[in-house]
């Protein structure tokens, strides 16, 4: 008998993580501890929303009046949807222990319905980790994916992470971070781990996907890529370089375009194009078959905590990769090139398309070393120690 786990997520729900195609971290962890054999019984959490809110998510999380994406329940498999009044968590200290309390209260609950003793419990809410009590529960890990202090979108809850962080570390819990710049920022006192991103394997092995439309048309090669959210981590003067350098090249940077105006100075490059978010199957295929896969972020608090998916992937579809010089870039792979912050970028980029894509031996043997589950293996010896 495996051991009774309960898992929160951070913002986001079951349906959310299948509707992106789990490829988050905390998704992939869901999923995976669905069918992990060390694990017993197993209560999955969404995100506590307003009733309202989700009402409206249901009605369009439906076909035929069925959700798309429907938990596997069974006697020993739950998934627990709790519902507040309010839209969003409050701001204030005092607000956000009434609210994770209340949060806490529906965990308890029906983790006693599903006969679990002292469960272990893993959450990646950086609200919870710190202001739920959990006595009735075993241990209790943080699944730090990010830097919370430092992502602007939740800036009216920065005191609050704060807070939570500090009794984070007064009730000595268990923190797995993605970067050891994550862990260093919630400073524990209790075990911790660094497991950073990693792989589907089934994503990345036998034959490429076909890239989307417009990369399959595309005139102009060498075929530069950026995929990820658009907003202000990425270097603009740094894509300004490599436009002007490469006139001949295609930058595409495909994901939600989160701060249009930042990008505004691109505007009047031809060979810089945005383009929307496109499936999991189709990253894969544009991963696949472009040239050099760029990271080219701004250095700041929030990307240097960042493990980026992106490397993983680009180097998984066999692309040489250009990337600023942060520590969780550095020593993943000899195809990386790394640029200094306000460094040369276009020198990076002859330097990747000198070295040309990974032999298929080299991308297949690095598919295997960082994959999902020998990730996810590391941070169970942690939380179920």
């Not at 969404?46 to 798309?68: E, Q, Y």
């Not at 490429?208 to 950026?226: C, H, K, N, S, T």
């Not at 249009?260 to 009047?268: I, Q, S």
């Not at 040239?291 to 240097?304: A, M, R, Y």
């Amino acid at each position: 008998m495996g051991a009774d786990v309960v898992f929160t997520y951070s913002y986001v729900s079951w349906q959310a993580a299948a509707e992106r195609g789990w490829f988050m971290p905390e998704d992939r962890l869901a999923k995976a501890l669905v069918t992990h054999e060390r694990v017993g019984r197993l209560l999955v959490s969404d995100l506590m929303r307003s009733l309202p809110a989700r009402i409206a998510r249901d009605c369009l999380a439906t076909v035929g009046g069925k959700p798309r994406f429907r938990f596997p329940s069974s006697s020993t498999r739950q998934l627990v949807r709790p519902v507040r009044l309010r839209r969003e968590y409050p701001t204030s200290i005092a607000g956000v222990r009434r609210a994770c309390a209340a949060y806490e209260r529906v965990l308890e609950r029906h983790a006693a319905r599903m006969g679990m003793r002292e469960p272990a419990v893993i959450t990646a809410n950086p609200l919870l980790a710190g202001f739920a009590e959990f006595a009735w529960a075993g241990p209790v890990t943080y699944f730090a994916q990010d830097d919370w202090l430092a992502y602007p979108p939740h800036e009216r809850w920065w005191p609050a992470y704060a807070e939570s962080f500090k009794l984070v570390r007064k009730r000595g819990r268990r923190v797995c971070a993605v970067s050891s710049a994550a862990l260093e920022r919630i400073d524990p006192t209790g075990p911790t781990a660094v497991v950073p991103n990693g792989l589907d394997p089934e994503e990345w092995t036998g034959a490429a996907p076909p890239a989307p439309g417009w990369a399959q048309e595309a005139e102009r090669r060498p075929l530069l890529v950026y995929v990820g959210s658009l907003d202000s981590r990425l270097d603009v003067g740094a894509l300004l370089a490599l436009a002007d350098e490469f006139p001949d090249s295609e930058i595409a940077l495909v994901g939600p375009l989160l701060d249009g105006e930042h990008f505004a100075p691109l505007r009047d490059r031809a060979n810089v194009q945005v383009h929307p978010p496109i499936t999991r199957e189709l990253i894969s295929g544009l991963i696949r078959s472009a040239d050099v896969g760029l990271i080219p972020h701004v250095s700041s608090p929030l990307t240097q905590a960042m493990s980026p998916l992106k490397l993983y992937e680009y180097l998984a579809g066999g692309l040489p990769v250009v990337a600023i010089d942060l520590e969780p870039v550095r020593d993943v792979d000899p195809s990386v090139a790394l640029v200094e912050p306000a460094g040369d970028y276009a020198s990076a980029v002859r330097w990747a398309l000198q070295r040309g894509r990974a032999p298929e031996s080299v991308r297949e043997a690095f598919i295997a070393k960082h994959s999902w589950s020998s990730r996810q293996e590391s941070l169970l010896d942690l939380a179920l120690a």
